[in-house]
């Protein structure tokens, strides 16, 4: 069997697109633009990189992108300062502080700081509860956009056994919460799993958010699975000359694609629908603060 390729790059151009035209509505019928705040500590290039292409997409689909860069060694206080500032503006309706922090930040505090109505983000402690209480929320958007292609590919998610493999707060929690909110029967793998093939072998949909590169082999998944690879991973390659690197998921490929029904590529997948669900977070975020209705289709 060949699997589908799950196309996440032409899925998170048709939810700009559905971003924009709200956007658009909002800017004609109420005169409000949208703004989304993007705080980066330090000078990471992968984050830098991925930062600049937020600010991008958020000017493409007509919203405000404000772009906060601070030094590796800036204080909590000075972070936390800005967190205050960027909460009482009213241009700003979507704060994202970049993760990972700079160790000698406290990045609970950080997010705790955040006015939870605009942590696009979805993880503050206050819509982590919402979410896992089934509440409405800010939803993560790595695990929304996985949700989405889930969804699209699948119509109903219901009965279907689920593996979320990792369980960090960004990733792995807020997936096995949606999934068992679409009513999966919902496992979770981590590092301390025993017989991990095992486990994933039984499921109908596997999501890997592990961060080792090409981890999980085809021969751990169930024939006719989906597979959903949240992985993004630089690896060197050689084959491409001196010095070059590439990005592979935390899925091997070239061996699950000849097992799974349907499995997203990587780029392209997972990392788009990211970005995507970051702009549809900051429409709602911007409805929500007026009391106008939110759009429809862009959130859980
Ligand atoms: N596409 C996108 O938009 C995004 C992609 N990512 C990518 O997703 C991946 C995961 O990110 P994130 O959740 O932040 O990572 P974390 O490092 O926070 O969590 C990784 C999880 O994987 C588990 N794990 C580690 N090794 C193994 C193993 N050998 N077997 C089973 N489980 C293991 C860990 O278990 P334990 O808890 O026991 O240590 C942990 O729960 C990364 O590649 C990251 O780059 C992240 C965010 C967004
Ligand atoms: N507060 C916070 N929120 C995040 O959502 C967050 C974060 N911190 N820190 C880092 C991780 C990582 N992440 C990615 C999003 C998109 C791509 C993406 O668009 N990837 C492209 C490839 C990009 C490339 O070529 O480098 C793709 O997969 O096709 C990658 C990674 C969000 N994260």
Redesign the pocket.
Known sequence: MTAQIIDGKAFAATIRDKVAGHVARLKADHDIVPGLAVVLVGEDPASQVYVRSKGKQTVEVGMQSFEHKLDVNTSEANLLALVERLNGDPAVHGILVQ?PLPKHLDEDLVINAIDPAKDVDGFHISNVGLLSTGQKSMVP??PL?CLMMLRDFHGSLSGMDAVV????????KPMAQLLLGDSCTVTI?????RD?ADVVRRADIVV?????PE?VPGDWIKPGATVID????RIDAPEKGEGKTRLV??VDFASASRVAGAITP?PG???P???ACLLANTVTACCRANGLDEPEGLTA
């Open positions: 993760l958007c790595t956009g493999i990792g369980r960090s707060n960004i990733v792995g793998a981590h590092s301390r799993t991990i890997a958010a592990v961060g080792r981890m949240v992985g993004i991973n998921g935390d990587v997948g997972v990392g629908m990211t970005i």
